[in-house]
């Protein structure tokens, strides 16, 4: 090959590569509005980020100050693309935005869930994977500004102007409002707006928390003695059962909807057999599609916790809670939570639990049935076994129902109460379940699988009430949140059930004023409250008084 033929040649790929590195440019920038959008008609746009960083690179002289340049903007833009692609997995499983500040435990709680759906290999590949493919797209989109900038240099004056030509392009088209796809503005900054987003976000957020603070100094019951307390429910075993991801769409608008109401009816007649009374309403819950320890923290603590920072904040304090306060009027206390397998600190410094329960400490030999380590029907077998079998003196628990959490999958099914043993019983059943990423390729088999699990822990609580008759056992049911929006649809409430159940009439008329709906299945006219409200209103149901107030509409 002549020397001439080698040189256009090689001309001809400089172009061909700087043209590649333009393109990988123009899609890095658009990528965060394009997962945002979740729309390919985003890419339809100019975007500002681009431009603006070749000009600084042009402007700069030394080749290792160009360099840190290009790899500070391909940092930028990557981060802009995952917190955009965590928004939207945020957004779609639990109802908000990523928090970069205070979001990381729910990351991590999320991995976990992904972890215990995948298997702990699959999960640390994928998490190297995505580690890796973010450090590969950082150098990619890097090189890629280094090559842009020198095609560029080369004819700097005509580079300079082309530059300076696309930036006030972009000003027109920004300040004119032009559309080149319906509803998608041709003048893009998505690096610049998450950041401006994020701004406003923490400074939002930097005033809730000051309001936050004087909630949290603001607690009528805090100096109550324990003689005036709760002397509504002497004498009783109280449990507060969280059925997870049990929220409005289960009873109310959706496709499983039927199948969870027709348990709930024929549940209502086996309690009403078994003398058996209950009153139900909806809380809204400060949660949504996952982080369940908000709700329980929120209902417990009479404050409004949506956040994990508001979470950190309140239990490193001493508000009080109704465990504590049932500790302080004479109860033991016991937190019963069989998806944890370690200590809980927080259980007992900030919830004042006596004792705590979970996977590994309540006799459980069977298999996991994915995220949920202990099925809920041995859970209650348990807990009576350890807590109420024998004479003891008046319990209070709070008990984390799992076997309904995300994915739903497999499930498992009710077996008789005398085969419970160690849980062996339970070994042949995951294997007929469906497997998560099987399940989770259609969305119609999810919804239809998060409403058997609704049936199921619902059909264990009253199988145990029914096999286990204690007239002096009184409960308060109710979800931590709605399940993600895959299944409670776009737009989903906050709103959860919550029943009280009692033999003890004494029991149920201390709440007569609260107009709740008798039985199990709440519907479209019964009383919503924020679940913060719940905790002061318990109090003073159950206080040193014959009766109740009204209590006001939220």
């Known amino acids: 090959m002549s020397g001439t033929g080698a040189r256009s040649m090689r001309s001809s790929r400089a172009v061909v590569l700087t043209a590649a590195a333009a393109a990988v440019l123009f899609v890095v920038a658009l990528a965060p509005g394009v997962i945002g959008a979740g729309s390919a008609r985003a890419l339809v746009r100019l975007p500002l980020e681009i431009p603006i960083a070749l000009i600084l690179l042009l402007v700069i002289r030394g080749r290792r100050a160009r360099r840190a340049v290009a790899t500070l903007v391909a940092l930028l833009l990557v981060l802009a693309i995952i917190d955009a692609a965590l928004d939207r997995v945020f957004a779609e499983t639990v109802g908000h935005a990523f928090d970069p500040v205070t979001g990381w435990p729910e990351l991590v709680s999320g991995y976990g869930v ?14 190297i994977l995505v580690a890796l493919a973010s450090a590969w797209a950082v150098v990619a989109v890097a090189a890629s500004l280094l090559r842009v900038a020198q095609a560029l240099s080369a004819r700097r004056s005509r580079g300079a102007a082309t530059l300076v030509a696309i930036t006030a392009s972009w000003l027109v088209l920004a300040l004119l409002g032009v559309q080149l796809a319906p509803g998608e503005p041709a003048a893009a900054a998505d690096a610049v707006d998450a950041v401006v987003d994020e701004t406003a976000r923490q400074i939002a957020a930097a005033n809730e928390n000051a309001a936050f603070e004087r909630a949290i100094a603001t607690d009528a019951f805090a100096g109550s003695p324990g003689s005036e307390l709760l002397t509504g ?16 769409s289960a009873v ?42 908000l709700a329980h923290s929120t209902l417990q603590s009479g404050l409004w916790i949506d956040s994990q920072q508001k979470y950190d904040r309140v239990t490193s304090g001493s508000r009080l809670t109704l465990s504590a306060a049932f500790g302080r009027a004479g109860w033991r206390t016991v937190s019963d939570v069989p998806s944890n397998t370690r200590d809980w600190p927080v259980g007992r410094d900030f919830y004042g639990f006596d004792a705590q329960l979970n996977a590994l400490n309540v006799g459980y030999r069977g298999p996991r049935f994915s995220y949920a380590q202990v099925p809920d029907q041995f859970t209650w ?12 003196r008046p319990v209070m628990a709070e008990i984390d129902f799992a ?24 070994a042949p059943q995951p294997g007929t379940g469906i497997a998560p990423m099987t399940a989770w390729e259609d969305p119609d088999l999810v919804r239809q699988l998060y409403g058997r699990s609704i049936e199921y822990s619902l059909n264990a609580l009253f199988s145990y009430l029914t096999a286990y008759d204690d007239p002096d056992l009184v409960l308060v049911v109710l979800g931590d949140h709605q399940p993600a929006p895959v299944v409670s649809g776009a737009g989903a409430s906050h709103d959860v059930p919550i029943s009280i159940i009692a033999k003890d009439p004494a029991v149920m008329n201390r709440i007569e004023g609260w107009r709740w709906q008798p039985g199990m299945r709440p519907d479209a006219a019964a009383p919503e409250w924020r679940m913060d409200r719940f905790r002061d209103r318990f109090l003073e149901a159950y206080g040193p008084r014959a009766s109740a107030p009204a209590a006001p509409a939220d």
């Open 114 to 127: 992904i972890r215990d759906s995948l298997g702990w290999i699959r999960a640390f590949v994928l998490l």
């Open 233 to 248: 429910l002497a004498g009783k075993d109280v449990v507060v059962a969280f059925i997870e991801s049990y929220g409005r």
């Open 252 to 293: 109310e608008g959706s496709s499983f909807s039927p199948g969870v109401n027709r348990v709930l009816t024929r549940g209502e007649a086996r309690l009403a057999a078994h003398g058996y009374a209950s009153r139900s309403a909806f809380l809204v819950s400060p949660a949504f599609g996952g982080m369940s320890w």
């Open 381 to 392: 077998a348990a807990f009576r076994r350890l807590e109420l079998a024998a004479p003891h």
């Open 403 to 426: 076997s309904s959490h995300m994915p739903w999958t497999p499930l498992p099914s009710m077996v008789p109460w005398e085969s419970l043993g160690d849980g062996s019983v339970y």
